[in-house]
T-cell receptor, first 110, second 111 residues
C-alpha cells in the first residue's frame, strides 16, 4: 500500500540555524500538503504543492515538490523558537485519501 | 463557518469500558478521516468515510474499533472494551476539496 516516509524523525537546532525535513512516497502523488502541529495542538495546514518541480515560499519556509512527484521537502531558514513543532507531509493519490508522513519533530534551542 | 468539532476533548475510561468519540465536519464537507496519535508519535490513519459509507478502513484494528458517518449527525469512532494501549489523541479531519481541516482532537486516557 501507499507509504509516506519522513526524515529525520527528530531534529534539534540552535536558534538561527536552518532546518530541512524530507518526505518520500512509495508511489506518485497527485499533490502533497504540509501541516504543522504545535505541542498539544492539532495539525494545521501550511501549504499544498501540485505541479512537478514546484517551489513555494512562505516567509522563511521553502517547500519543494520533486520532479517525479514522489518526494518533497520543507526548508526553514534561520529557525526561531516559534518554529517548534512537528511537521507532517501528507500525500494524496488520485483519490481523496491522505497519506501522512511519520512527521519530523523540530526543537529549537534558544 | 465553524471548524471541525470534536467532543469530548478529554475522555477518561476504565479498562473494559466503551469510548465514543464524535466528530462534526465542517459544513458542506462530506469526507471524514480519523487518525490516532500516540504520545511522541506521528499520525496513524485509521479510517476514511463519506456519508453512510466506509471508503477505507485499512488502518482500523480488526477488533473493538468501529466507525460510522451517518446521513445525519456527526461521525462516531467507537472503541469497545478499551485497554490501556488505546490511550492516545484521536483526530478527525474533514475535507471537501484538496485541503484537510483537523479538529482539536479527543485525548483518551484509559485507566
Amino acid at each position: 500500500g501507499q507509504q509516506v516516509m519522513q526524515i529525520p524523525q527528530y531534529q534539534h537546532v540552535q536558534e538561527g540555524e536552518d532546518f530541512t525535513t524530507y518526505c518520500n512516497s512509495s508511489t506518485t502523488l497527485s499533490n502533497i500538503q504540509w501541516y504543522k502541529q504545535r505541542p498539544g495542538g492539532h495539525p494545521v495546514f501550511l501549504i499544498q504543492l501540485v505541479k512537478s518541480g514546484e517551489v513555494k515560499k512562505q516567509k522563511r519556509l521553502t517547500f519543494q515538490f520533486g520532479e517525479a512527484k514522489k518526494n518533497s521537502s520543507l526548508h526553514i531558514t534561520a529557525t526561531q523558537t516559534t518554529d517548534v513543532g512537528t511537521y507532517f507531509c501528507a500525500g494524496r493519490d488520485t483519490g481523496n485519501q491522505f497519506y501522512f508522513g511519520t512527521g519530523t519533530s523540530l526543537t529549537v534551542i534558544p | 463557518n465553524a471548524g471541525v468539532m470534536q467532543n469530548p476533548r478529554h475522555l477518561v475510561r476504565r479498562r473494559g469500558q466503551e469510548a465514543r468519540l464524535r466528530c462534526s465536519p465542517m459544513k458542506g464537507h462530506s469526507h471524514v478521516y480519523w487518525y490516532r496519535q500516540l504520545p511522541e508519535e506521528g499520525l496513524k490513519f485509521m479510517v476514511y468515510l463519506q456519508k453512510e459509507n466506509i471508503i477505507d478502513e485499512s488502518g482500523m484494528p480488526k477488533e473493538r474499533f468501529s466507525a460510522e458517518f451517518p446521513k445525519e449527525g456527526p461521525s462516531i469512532l467507537r472503541i469497545q472494551q478499551v485497554v490501556r494501549g488505546d490511550s492516545a489523541a484521536y483526530f478527525c479531519a474533514s475535507s471537501h476539496g484538496p485541503r484537510g481541516f483537523f479538529g482539536p482532537g479527543t485525548r483518551l486516557t484509559v485507566l
